[in-house]
Structures are given as structure tokens and as C-alpha cells.
């Protein structure tokens, strides 16, 4: 890989966590169609729950997620009611004979709630909802929040996985983003969940913050090995200032360029292969032994999952919801949220209805993410002769191809090792809603 090669490709696009993203969603999307496609799913549907807790104790500055600090419980307690309520209503319109299979709860840090609000809620969502008696319930937690009592009631509600936040150990990067958090506080946490029987343990890594060096990051993800976590994230920062105002704290002369970026990322990659940890998609890796390596490989809006739900449904303030129909979006705003949920129950404010060739573009998008290749008969026994829409954009793309990035051949069309860390390049020439000048301001730099 070449420097200029790397900057060439360095350009924004999706993480493609959904197709279409987000940033495509529209109001045409109501409560009232997110309520009929709840109604309309399979009476023995396999469902995926998504909880948003949108509260911090403060504010990361390379956050992207959607969350507010707050020093005080009232808000985080005030949120409940309208959170409580939504669930309730969803519960009451999916078909009696579904079974839970995946539950994840995010944020910010759900590891703000009190003890009895942890347990209230997990309570709330057995009452409401049929778990599959082997379903995953995974929880994010900030380790600097988290007390022996929250331990206690995340084991207690049935939390089997813990995605732990660490991003880096080095202080003049920690010091460079707000955040600060020691490996002590760290190691102290999977201490906590294990010495409770929570065995599956994911750490979350970011490359490209400020200040950050191959050196800072082969430091921290030595102390990360230490932790032997069953899973290891390893996502690029987006930083993107226009629209996310906190980010304008960070000194962007301290930011990494594409080049030193990449060769970051590859760094991590290989100090975890060598561990023996299997690479799975971009950013994911995993013990060997671990579902998430033994499974087929999916992607929500966490990123890479085992998830094969036939439905996500989404709660909270800005969660979506994805459902064989499009996408729902609740109101991101926790105010206009928590009326939505007073007046109509539910609190959608924008979406997707999937129509033309979605779905068939959707799985494309996902299988080269997963699996860096795709199959033509294997989407013509699902989405017939559209197809071959798909397979004039692969001849094309392969004509253009002067890098040897893809592989297309009669059966398909498969990313090359060379090609694998710019996948979301190569999904991206097969999203007809991509605007270039309008995305520059929404992503993160494909590498």
C-alpha cells in the first residue's frame, strides 16, 4: 500500500450499517406505518431488542453517538417513563408467538442507571417480551460509572455479554479527547462482571484520535490483551465538527492523517491476528471459540453480530428500528420523544419504506461487508433477474478497477486481500443515494 494509494481512497463514506443509511431516512415514515409493520411480522418472528439510553456523566469530544451529559439522576429517571411506556406499546402489537433472540442495551452509558432502574427495566422487557431461553444480552458500560451494585443487577436481569469502552490507554490522547480512564478502572470492571459469571467480554478500540501513534496504540492494546477479552472492536474516529459541535474541542492539527490512520489500523490488525484472534469483516475481531467467529456473520447498527433476527426493534430516544418492511427512527431529541410516546404510544419521527431494488442492494452491501464477497445465483433465487442491474455495476466497476481491488468472475464478484480495507469504497459504488458533495460532511474516512 503506497501513501498516495491510501490518500486516494481516504475519501468519506458509510460505515454501511444499514442500507440505506440513515442520513437517507425521511418523515414519510409514520407511527402509523411503524405500527402496521409491527403487526404484519411473522407470527413466529424472531426479534432483536435495542435499548438507547442517551445519557452520560459527560461528554467524551470524540463522541458520535447520540447522548447528553448530565450530573444529575433526574433526567436519566424522567427518561424512564416515556421508555417504559414505548415498550409497552410495541410489546402489545408484535404477533404473541415471537421469541426474543438477541437484547442489546447502548448509549451513552446504560451504566448510568441506578440498580433498581437496571432491574425495573430488564424486568419490564421479560414481562413484555418472549426470550428465547439461549438469547444474548449484551450491555455497553462505562467502566469509570460502574459500582459493585450495577454489577450485581446487569447479572441479575440475565446480561450474558459486556462491551466495555476503552478507546485508549495513553494519557496525551485521553487528555486530547475528554476522557479519562485508567487500566485499573478498566480491569476492575471485567473483574466485576466476571467474579459474577459474565464471561463474554468485548472491548471497544478507536484509531485515529488525536495524538494517537503506532507506538501509543500497540501500548494500549497490549494492556487490552491483558484483559483477554473475548472480542475486540476497532472502529476509525469520524471526526466531523460541523455536525457534531463538541468535537471542535479536539486540536485537529493532532489529528492523524489518512496514512498514519491506516497504518494504525493495521497495526492493531496484526498485533491481534498474532494473539490468535480471528479478523472478522473490517473492524471486528474474536477468540476462535467465540460465536461471533463460528457463526454467520451479520451487520446492524452495532456492527458485526451473529444477529439473525427476522426484526430489530429499536427503543429509546433516536433508536431505529428495522423490520422487513424499511426503517422506523424514533425522535432524537429526548423531549420530543418523550411526547411523541405521551400522544401516539410510539415515538417514530422518520424512516425508510424499502421499495425497488433495497432489499436486493441491501444484501449485496452486507454480504461484501461480512463476507467480501457476493454470489449472483444466490441473490437470482431471492431477488430474480434485477440482478443483473447488479452484475452490468460489478462489470463496470471492474473495468475501472487500475488498483486490483475486486475479483469479479461469472459466479460473482469478490474483494481482494488488497481491496479488503476499502470495502466501504466498494460498497459505495453500488448506492445510487450516495451524493458525494452532501456525504463529505456525514462520514468517516474509509480508512
Same mark, same amino acid.
Given at each position: 500500500m503506497t501513501p498516495d494509494l491510501i490518500k486516494r481512497y481516504a475519501a468519506p463514506v458509510p460505515r454501511y450499517t444499514s442500507y440505506p443509511t440513515a442520513n437517507h431516512f425521511s418523515a414519510a415514515v409514520t407511527a402509523e406505518d411503524y405500527r402496521r409493520w409491527l403487526g404484519e411480522l411473522p407470527q413466529d418472528a424472531a426479534l432483536s431488542l435495542y435499548v438507547h439510553i442517551p445519557y452520560c456523566r459527560e461528554l467524551c469530544w470524540y463522541c458520535g453517538c447520540s447522548t447528553k451529559a448530565t450530573q444529575r439522576y433526574a433526567p436519566v429517571g424522567d427518561y424512564l417513563a416515556?421508555?417504559?411506556?414505548?415498550?409497552?406499546?410495541?410489546?402489545?402489537?408484535?404477533?404473541?408467538?415471537?421469541?426474543?433472540?438477541?437484547?442489546?442495551?447502548?448509549?451513552?452509558?446504560?451504566?448510568? !442507571?441506578?440498580?433498581?432502574?437496571?432491574?425495573?427495566?430488564?424486568?419490564?422487557?421479560?414481562?413484555?417480551?418472549?426470550?428465547?431461553? @439461549?438469547?444474548?444480552?449484551?450491555v455497553e458500560i462505562d467502566p469509570r460509572l460502574l459500582s459493585e451494585e450495577q454489577a450485581d443487577a446487569f447479572a441479575e436481569i440475565g446480561v450474558n455479554r459486556v462491551s466495555i469502552g476503552v478507546q485508549d490507554f495513553d494519557m496525551a490522547v485521553q487528555r486530547s479527547i475528554g476522557r479519562m480512564?485508567?487500566?485499573? @478502572? @478498566?480491569?476492575?470492571?471485567?473483574?466485576?462482571?466476571?467474579?459474577?459469571?459474565?464471561?463474554?467480554?468485548?472491548?471497544?478500540?478507536?484509531?485515529?484520535?488525536?495524538?494517537?501513534?503506532?507506538?501509543?496504540?500497540?501500548?494500549?492494546?497490549?494492556?487490552?490483551?491483558? !484483559?483477554?477479552?473475548?472480542?475486540?472492536?476497532?472502529?476509525?474516529?469520524?471526526? !466531523?465538527?460541523?455536525?457534531?459541535?463538541?468535537?471542535? !474541542?479536539?486540536?485537529?492539527? @493532532?489529528?492523524?492523517?489518512?496514512v498514519e490512520r491506516f497504518a494504525q489500523a493495521q497495526l492493531i490488525a496484526r498485533h491481534l491476528t498474532d494473539a490468535g484472534y480471528a479478523q472478522l469483516g473490517i473492524d471486528h475481531f474474536a477468540r476462535p471459540s467465540d460465536h461471533l467467529a463460528t457463526g454467520r456473520l451479520a451487520r446492524n447498527f452495532q456492527g458485526y453480530t451473529t444477529d439473525q433476527a427476522d426484526a430489530l426493534l429499536g427503543f429509546g430516544a433516536s433508536a431505529i428500528s428495522r423490520l422487513p418492511h424499511g426503517f422506523a427512527q424514533n425522535a432524537v431529541a429526548v423531549d420530543d420523544y418523550g411526547r411523541r410516546v405521551g400522544t401516539d404510544g410510539l415515538a417514530t419521527a422518520r424512516g425508510h419504506a424499502m421499495h425497488g431494488d433495497d432489499e436486493m442492494r441491501a444484501s449485496l452491501i452486507e454480504q461484501l461487508m461480512c463476507e467480501f464477497s457476493v454470489s449472483w445465483p444466490d441473490l437470482a433465487r431471492r431477488f430474480g433477474a434485477g440482478v443483473e442491474q447488479l452484475r452490468r455495476e460489478a462489470e463496470d466497476l471492474a473495468r475501472n478497477d487500475a488498483d486490483a481491488f475486486v475479483d469479479l468472475h461469472e459466479d460473482g464478484l469478490r474483494v481482494t486481500e488488497k481491496g479488503r480495507p476499502f470495502v466501504r469504497m466498494v460498497c459505495a459504488r453500488f448506492d445510487p443515494y450516495l451524493s458525494a458533495e452532501v456525504e463529505q460532511r456525514r462520514h468517516a474516512l474509509a480508512v
Open positions: 416515556p421508555l417504559f411506556a414505548e415498550i409497552e406499546a410495541a410489546a402489545a402489537l408484535v404477533p404473541p408467538g415471537h421469541r426474543v433472540t438477541h437484547i442489546h442495551w447502548g448509549g451513552g452509558s446504560p451504566d448510568i !442507571l441506578k440498580p433498581a432502574d437496571i432491574r425495573r427495566l430488564g424486568t419490564l422487557m421479560r414481562s413484555q417480551f418472549s426470550f428465547a431461553p @439461549t438469547a444474548e444480552f449484551a480512564q485508567s487500566f485499573e @478502572t @478498566t480491569s476492575k470492571a471485567v473483574g466485576l462482571f466476571r467474579e459474577r459469571g459474565i464471561r463474554s467480554i468485548n472491548v471497544d478500540l478507536v484509531y485515529g484520535l488525536p495524538r494517537q501513534t503506532e507506538e501509543s496504540a500497540s501500548r494500549t492494546l497490549a494492556q487490552v490483551l491483558e !484483559l483477554a477479552p473475548d472480542r475486540v472492536a476497532v472502529f476509525g474516529y469520524a471526526h !466531523l465538527p460541523d455536525r457534531l459541535k463538541h468535537q471542535r !474541542l479536539i486540536d485537529e492539527s @493532532t489529528l492523524p492523517g489518512p
